[in-house]
């Protein structure tokens, strides 16, 4: 019974996300790569630079939006980014990007794309256009539906 009520707990954490606007006190660094697949995430200040490069490789761009204090976006780190099957198609498919959405131009991004749930999981053309977005967090089954949406959508606006 408590296994049930932990495992109800957990999804109903995962289903709302993070809406606080207060920062923790904890400093939380996206765990470094090992030795499974992770996602690779493109380091970049502008998404301009990222969607220039999107359209020379004819991809459309998962961001992911995030803040240093949010658990399911701790867990995604975990658990989602590093899982292998899920990393290669999406490297192979997306210019992958992070944005924290507390530092720098990350503020800005997000009130571009109105993001107020963390995470928030984004799709764009490389125009910036949305094709996608999921304001929660997201196990590898529905990030690999969200990810094969938007790469159709993008196929079928940019053949």
Not at 123 to 148: C, F, N, Q, R, W
């Amino acid at each position: 019974m408590k296994r049930i009520i932990l495992y109800i707990f957990c999804l109903s954490l995962l289903a709302s996300g993070c809406k606080s606007s207060k920062k923790g006190g904890e400093t939380y660094v996206p765990p470094a790569p090992t030795s499974r697949a992770n996602f690779h995430f493109v380091k970049s200040k502008t998404l301009s630079d990222i969607l220039d490069r999107a359209e020379k490789e004819k991809k459309p761009v998962f961001v992911d939006f995030y803040t240093t204090w949010c658990t399911p976006c701790k867990m995604m780190d975990r658990d989602v980014f590093t899982d292998s099957a899920l990393a290669q198609y999406y490297n192979e498919n997306f210019i992958s990007y992070k944005v924290d959405c507390e530092k720098g131009n990350g503020q800005n991004l997000a009130a571009i794309y109105n993001v107020s749930n963390y995470p928030t999981l984004v799709y764009l053309d490389h125009k910036g256009t949305i094709l996608v977005s999921h304001g929660s967090a997201a196990y590898p089954s529905k990030m690999m539906e969200l990810g094969k949406s938007a790469v159709n959508t993008y196929r079928s606006k940019f053949p």
